[in-house]
């Protein structure tokens, strides 16, 4: 199953969706068709594989990133955090467009941005306790923001082909517009960021 997925994000990278069929697929991968679909069951089912996949993977990077084994301060652990995601999909840009345009045609993004905003209310809800908090427990509005927020930057980022994607200015961009909120959420509670 790996190496069909494999060869989906190969397919999708070289020629984006107009060459993405499972027959492609199937071909690149070196199995038979039949066999695909017994894995998946039409070439949606195999691009929101390849979503989660990658998704799984960013989301791992980036609960270590905000652990700050690298830099512990709150911008430090932020960066790290907004690197992870902008390189996610490892380059593919071609892919990562194609995987977002096809969930958004099929549910207008929200399985895209359900394991991100489950992902930040978990850690929202943990990173202003223990000996390493940074700041206060986060609400269900304030992650709701800062999820939709980071996701939709780089999102529109991949959409629009923005030759700035992977540029440090525009990783700077994002990280002082998610720490600059989270200054004023931790200023409004009174709490010192």
Do not use: C
């Not at 020629?15 to 679909?37: D, K, M, P, W």
């Not at 977002?100 to 990173?127: C, H, K, N, W, Y």
């Amino acid at each position: 199953m790996a190496s069909i997925v494999e060869a989906a994000a190969q397919i999708l990278e070289k020629g984006g969706l107009a060459a993405f069929t499972t027959n492609a697929v199937a071909e690149r991968a070196g199995v038979s068709i039949g066999t695909l679909y017994q894995y998946f069951a039409d070439k949606n089912a195999l691009v929101m594989a390849l979503a989660r996949e990658e998704m799984e993977a960013a989301l791992g990077e980036v609960a270590r990133a905000l652990q700050g084994e690298v830099d512990p301060s709150v911008e430090g652990r932020i960066r790290a955090m907004v690197r992870v995601i902008v390189h996610a999909f490892r380059g593919r840009q071609r892919a990562r467009k194609a995987v977002i345009q096809a969930i958004l045609s099929q549910d207008g993004g929200i399985s895209l941005m359900a394991p991100v905003a489950a992902f930040i209310a978990r850690a929202g809800e943990t990173v202003g306790r223990g000996p390493n908090s940074l700041l206060g427990p986060l609400t269900r509005e304030q992650v709701f923001v800062v999820s939709r927020s980071l996701m939709g930057v780089v999102r529109a980022a991949v959409l629009e082909e923005q030759p700035f994607l992977a540029s440090r200015g525009f990783e700077d961009e994002i990280v002082r517009m998610i720490v600059a909120y989270l200054g004023a959420v931790s200023a409004a509670a009174g709490r010192k960021p």
